[in-house]
């Protein structure tokens, strides 16, 4: 008789429960000790090689393991400042003693960003920095993240002090969305913003494990964006770094009390993490940092009065401070796009006619900016192991915070906050993962429109003129001198405004940052009473990505297979980012007026697309001693054709310490969401996005003139009115100074790279060399250009523009007129590319020497710089990079027992910064970091006291940016409580 069918699958169930129990029941058991001073080694990494199964020793060494697996396997123990150990096991009946010996160096270290699959540093085919926990915690810098700083090749450029980008190889900004920051496999960047938040949003001092940085493109392994480098944050695993973790630092900057009084800098960090049966577990990470910023008060002038075009250099006499057309770095409204008018009709020194280029008077960032922030940071992971070959895992990260950062304006990031959920399937050869990234600016705003509209609540640009020039004639008329004249026609002009500090200036500001339409009635037929500044951007981020190592299946080469999908929904707040299928007059408008301005609605939400696949084929040759790499990517954006970038390189070991690279790769970049769909009116200037149907009905593309020429169009207009011709004659004959614009649509950036490398271990791990040099072709570099498309006067309202007309006519010429800046010019700020190639190069050299015991001197110096072009571009690139950078650094973790300390030097040379804000030169600096860190090892602690730029040389990183001094701290960190 057959049994019944579920007495089958009870049997089965009961065979299976039986080969699990008994699998369950192998355990490992042994001790980690230190190959010098025989003690055990708390925190040591033991995996069994080829699965994900592993655990960490505990503060005598020991550690038990319990897996599936059966004998014989490997075990492999790793732990920062030792070299990797692998141990065979035939039989776990008796303990496993493991000793591991001191490594000198970092040398040795495993990476994985370089190739996506782990290599030895030294055989990376790329240049590769690492930075492990140990490094961490040797540095003088504050946080992991500014440490990145002493880097080899990297160049730091900080906004605030929650806000900080780094950058390698040149075309430095501060909101760099070429150099790609992941964390744990996530993207950093805030989508709408276009600026990645690796230090706000990231992880916590006491979850970060290490931090891969790749110098130069990789976007033929990692797709859009990285083709100024990546940066790869890894966190600790639940498996391997249990227990209660606790960190508080505590500093002051601003110690000599000139941009604020001194001030405390607050940071709290706790993590707690458990495994249950080295099968399920979690971890829980937060963090607040509170602090009073960096200031931004740079009074540099970037437009003197000598300038052609923009200031007055033929009057001599205002060769002064606080000339007509004085523009600050850190002072805002006094820009030569809105904010700039011309004084006409002066009688000055007998003669009739006179013209003069004035500024408003604008506000100065310090007057604009709360000054204070902090910085939320909570993340959460659920980690669950199938079997001994598979881990699946969930994590939400969610980050608020406030900061200062710089795009083609400055905005005041407030309450700015970012969510992420991921899912993630990780096997021994395979990996699946998928995010969402959810992204709201909160309370934020853009200080252009701040001050423009604080202005323009006094008095709009022609009535302010008005006022000016009554008062300069008068002044003029009662043989007032030039300059003097000039400081009463401005007192005179703004006498009323609202002053920073009054209860009138905080209310109206207060209103302005409140509201969403930054167009003010005086300039825009759709602006309101007071004007608008605040930052309302919302969106979210759906990607999923998977790779496959098939380098088992396959026996003569090694074979990874990958692809991704990424889709970016952006929710149309009317302002910055709009619905392209509503009529052009609707698009700032809401579908639902009568909501509040948080409900309203501004259409459908947009989509931004992209897919890639990749594969990857490494050979080695003549026993491992030649390695060959190969990589083809295809990556697809909907708004553009394929893009195929390539990857070929190789790695020669000689006599096994000498290591030589090289390799050739292309990558493309796509336009960021700000780049390609941006539909911003800001101080009567429209930021556009660069896609084609964006210009549809607008025709700024091929219906313009450049800014600048219009700005030489205006002096020489200026001069013959001064000799004695009407002010529409001297424009039709100087029409010839005007340049037609003639813009293509964005298309991709591509970047052609080429790189050699040498990196050698020598001296019995004493010293470590590593150098490389490459060589970068730019095609296509994107950028902005000020456009002006001409008008016809507007016989219903003589404030507006009427009807377009052509580029070459009279009617387009006379439109040029600065006088006819608001009433005949519809003006632009075009994403776009530039037409000619930019060729760049350079090199880095690092060194590593342990002389003396555990003494480590280190040096790193790096050289970058860009061959120019013959011809002027559509705008300036703005390679932003100093030719020489250097540090040289010298430490010994424990120069007694329990106690070292590490000294920093750091210096860069000087440099000229270009941007579409802020101009000039970035003086040359240096600074001294240090630290000296004691251990209480019986009561799990470690205590440092340390100081960044000690001796407080004050200094800046790029034009406009904040004013940055000493900070000195002390920071107390327990680690491995309740194990």
Do not use: C
Request: net charge neutral.
């Amino acid at each position: 008789m057959k049994p019944p069918l579920h007495h089958l699958f009870m049997l089965l169930a009961f065979v299976l429960a039986s080969a699990s129990l008994h699998a369950q029941n192998t355990v490992i058991q042994g001790k980690i000790t230190d190959e010098e001073t025989q003690e055990g080694l708390a925190g040591v990494n033991i995996l069994i090689k080829g699965t994900v199964l592993g655990t960490v020793s505990d503060a005598n060494g020991k550690f038990t393991l319990t897996a599936k697996a059966q004998p014989p396997f490997t075990l492999v123990a790793s732990f920062v400042g030792y070299r990797t150990q692998e141990i065979a096991v035939n039989n776990t009946a008796e303990a496993i003693n493991i000793t591991l010996a001191p490594s000198a160096l970092l040398g040795e270290e495993v990476v994985i960003t370089a190739s996506r699959v782990e290599e030895s540093q030294l055989k990376s085919p790329v240049a590769i920095e690492k930075m492990d926990i140990r490094a961490i915690r040797e540095s003088p810098a504050p946080s992991f993240y500014d440490a990145l700083e002493n880097v080899k090749g990297v160049q730091m450029t900080t906004s605030s002090i929650t806000f900080k980008v780094p950058n390698t190889r040149g075309f430095n900004i501060p909101n760099n969305f070429r150099f790609v920051q992941l964390a744990d496999g996530i993207d950093m960047q805030a989508a709408t913003l276009g600026v990645p938040l690796g230090n706000a949003i990231g992880p916590t001092e006491l979850d970060i494990e290490s931090v891969e940085i790749t110098p130069g493109a990789a976007s033929a392994l990692y797709g859009m964006n990285a083709i100024n480098g990546m940066a790869n944050l890894i966190t600790k695993s639940p498996f391997l770094y249990q227990g209660l973790s606790v960190y508080q630092k505590t500093g002051v900057n601003h110690v000599d009390g000139i941009d604020y009084d001194p001030s405390l800098l607050t940071e709290t960090a706790v993590r707690y993490a458990h495994a249950f049966n080295n099968k399920f577990a979690f971890k829980i990470n937060g963090s607040y940092l509170r602090a009073t910023d960096w200031r931004g008060n740079t009074q540099t002038d970037q437009n003197p009065n000598t300038t052609p075009s923009t200031g007055n250099p033929a009057y001599p006499e205002l060769n002064i401070a606080d000339h007509p057309a004085y523009d600050a770095w850190n002072k805002y409204g006094d820009d030569s796009g809105s904010n700039s008018v011309t004084v006409t009709g002066i009688n000055y020194n007998g003669a009739p006619n006179q013209s003069f280029v004035v500024r408003r008077t604008g506000y100065w960032e310090k007057d604009l900016v709360p000054g204070k922030v902090d910085n939320f940071k909570l993340d959460a992971a659920l980690h669950y192991r199938i079997g001994s070959n598979a881990e699946l895992s969930y994590t939400y990260r969610f980050g608020v915070m406030d900061g200062l950062f710089q795009r083609g304006n400055k905005i005041q990031l407030d309450n700015t906050r970012v969510q992420n959920h991921k899912l993630e399937l990780k096997g021994a050869n395979y990996l699946v993962r998928s995010y969402v990234s959810i992204e709201n600016t909160g309370d934020s705003y853009n200080l252009k429109p701040l001050s423009d509209n604080l202005d323009l609540n006094h008095l709009s640009n022609k009535d302010w003129s008005a006022k000016f020039k009554s008062e300069l004639q008068a002044a003029l008329t009662a043989e007032v001198g030039l300059a003097e004249a000039m400081r009463r026609a401005r007192a005179a002009a703004d006498a009323g405004r609202a002053e920073p500090g009054t209860a009138e200036f905080n209310a109206l500001k207060a209103q302005i940052i409140g509201s969403n339409n930054w167009d003010h009635i005086s300039s825009a037929p759709t602006g309101t009473a007071t004007g608008g500044a605040k930052l309302y951007q919302m969106s979210r981020t759906y990607h999923t990505d998977l790779q496959w190592d098939l380098s088992n299946k396959i026996q003569i080469f090694d074979l990874l297979v990958g692809a991704d999908f990424r889709l970016y929904e952006i929710i149309p707040d009317g302002n910055n980012f709009v619905d392209f299928d509503r009529p052009i007059a609707e698009r700032n408008t809401p579908t639902n007026p009568d909501a509040a301005q948080d409900d309203q609605k501004f259409g459908n939400n947009v989509h931004y697309t992209k897919y890639g696949f990749f594969t990857q084929v490494t050979k080695k040759l003549f026993n491992e001693k030649l390695k060959l790499f190969g990589a083809l990517r295809v990556d697809h954006n909907l708004e553009f054709d394929p893009k195929i970038n390539p990857r070929v390189a190789v790695v020669y070991t000689l006599a096994e310490k000498h290591n030589f690279r090289a390799s050739f790769q292309n990558g493309f970049r796509f336009p960021s969401l700000f780049e390609a769909l941006s539909f911003v009116n800001n101080g009567n200037v429209r930021r556009v996005g660069g896609l084609p149907y964006i210009n549809e009905g607008l025709n700024y593309l091929d219906n313009s003139y450049t800014l600048a020429s219009i700005n030489a169009f205006n002096a020489a207009v200026n001069a013959d009115v001064k000799s004695g011709l009407s002010t529409n004659d001297a424009a039709l004959k100087n029409r010839g100074v005007l340049e037609v614009t003639n813009l293509s649509a964005t298309r991709p950036e591509r970047i052609n790279s080429f790189e050699v490398g040498y990196k050698s271990l020598l001296f019995n791990n004493k010293l470590v060399v590593d150098i490389d040099a490459y060589t970068n072709q730019y095609d296509g570099f994107l950028g902005q250009v000020e456009v002006a498309v001409p008008y016809l006067p507007n016989p219903e309202n003589p404030s507006y523009p009427g009807q377009q007309v052509t580029v070459g006519s009279d009617d387009a010429v006379i439109a040029m007129i600065q006088a006819n800046r608001g009433a005949r010019q519809t003006r632009y700020r075009v994403y776009t590319n530039a037409r000619q190639k930019y060729n760049n190069y350079g090199s880095s050299l690092g060194i590593t020497y342990n002389f003396f015991q555990k003494f480590t001197v280190g040096s790193n110096v790096s050289y970058n710089n860009i061959s120019k072009n013959k011809e002027k571009d559509v705008f300036v690139t703005g390679f932003n990079t100093p030719n020489w950078a250097t540090n040289i650094s010298l430490g010994n973790r424990e120069v007694v027992k329990n106690l070292g300390f590490n000294v920093v030097w750091r210096w860069q040379e000087s440099f000229q910064w270009e941007s579409p804000l802020a101009n000039g030169e970035i003086a040359a600096y240096n600074t001294f970091d240090a630290q000296v860190t004691y251990k209480l090892p019986d009561l799990f602690t470690s205590v440092k006291l340390g100081g960044t730029n000690i001796f407080n040389n004050r200094y800046i990183q790029y034009a406009a940016g904040p004013t940055i001094g000493a900070l000195y701290y002390v920071s107390i960190t327990l680690d491995g409580l309740l194990k």
